[in-house]
């Protein structure tokens, strides 16, 4: 559910509450390739829509080693 969150802040236009979802979850501890992908690619379209660039650049290249 926690993971959800991320998503519905973005979507719902909150990039800052969605950064701050993102922070409270541990990206190591979720339990699938496909979700630790998707916590850095919503927490990258968060920082995209906040329009904080080089951060939404780290959590993109964060999904390459998250999935290796």
């Known amino acids: 559910m926690r993971l959800h ?3 519905a802040e973005h979507w ?5 509450a969605a950064v701050a979802a ?6 190591g501890r979720l ?4 979700r630790r992908a998707r ?3 919503d927490h990258a379209r968060a920082y995209g ?5 080089e951060d939404c ?9 998250s999935i290796s």
Request: glycine fraction near 6%; proline fraction near 9%; aromatic fraction near 8%.
């Open 5 to 7: 969150r991320i998503s």
């Open 12 to 16: 719902a236009g909150d990039p800052s």
């Open 22 to 27: 993102a922070r409270n979850l541990h990206p």
């Open 31 to 34: 339990p699938t390739a496909e």
């Open 39 to 41: 916590y850095f690619t």
């Open 49 to 53: 829509m906040w329009g904080r660039r």
């Open 57 to 65: 650049v780290k959590a993109l290249l964060a999904v390459c080693r």
